[in-house]
Antibody
């Protein structure tokens, strides 16, 4: 069974930086694209970024472009999200999710999420 | 970007009721429409992909239908454990987008 475990969430001041990690097990990690999705308190789901299995293709949502960077280390079966210039509205639970690479591109499974709070 | 709308935004139904949730997209997305269930305090869970394909382990009371820009998630007989928020998602192109969600409550 595939498991994803996020870590790195914390309380950070506006303008600060944070690096989130997502550790995968139960899959050949390099075979799958990965996504980051966030959910602000009481709000819906917002897709943030996608990275392909070999890191050759990367996409970002406009809301984070230029501030956040997605990366992965296939040897460590880990996905990362480097978050810079954090703002109050980046406060959210951040999820990583495996991308279906058979064609439909659905997200399954998801990790349990890690909470980022941006506040002074 | 493809805009997603869902209706209703919330509903309250009794156990055993048939429930329909509608998702509409701002342009045709072929069949690249997925549905997720998010129970309170939990991560989202995939229910249906490709409009109508049931993910393994998902109860058969869940079904999906639709085409072009109009899609429907149906719960044929609502159960207590279906208390959740349901999201549609398009994976036709980037940026991936989600609907705003439909909160299902049990009467």
């Amino acid at each position: 069974e595939v498991y994803l475990v996020e870590s790195g969430g914390d309380l950070v001041h506006p303008g600060g930086s944070l690096r989130l990690s997502c550790a995968a097990s139960g899959i050949t990690f390099s075979d799958f694209g990965m996504n980051w999705v966030r959910q602000a308190p009481g709000k819906g789901l917002e897709w943030l970024s996608y990275i392909s299995g070999r890191s050759t293709t990367i996409y970002y949502a406009d809301s984070i472009k230029g501030r956040f960077t997605i990366s992965r280390d296939n040897g460590k079966k880990s996905l990362y999200l480097q978050m810079n210039s954090l703002r109050d509205d980046d406060t959210a639970v951040y999820y990583c999710a495996t991308n279906d690479d058979t064609g439909w591109n659905f997200f399954d499974p998801w990790g349990q999420g890690t909470l980022v709070i941006v506040s002074s | 970007d493809i805009q997603m709308t869902q209706s209703p935004s919330s509903l309250s139904a009794s156990v055993g009721d048939r429930v329909n949730i509608t998702c509409r997209t701002s342009q045709s997305i072929s069949n690249y429409l997925n549905w997720y269930q998010q129970k309170p305090g939990k991560a989202p869970n995939l229910l249906i992909y490709g409009v109508s394909s049931l993910q393994g382990g998902v109860p058969s009371r869940f079904s999906g239908s639709g085409s072009w820009t109009d899609f429907t998630l149906t719960i044929s007989s609502l159960q207590v454990e279906d208390l959740a928020t349901y999201y549609c998602q398009q994976t036709y192109n980037f940026p991936r987008t989600f609907g705003p969600g439909t909160k299902v409550e049990i009467k």
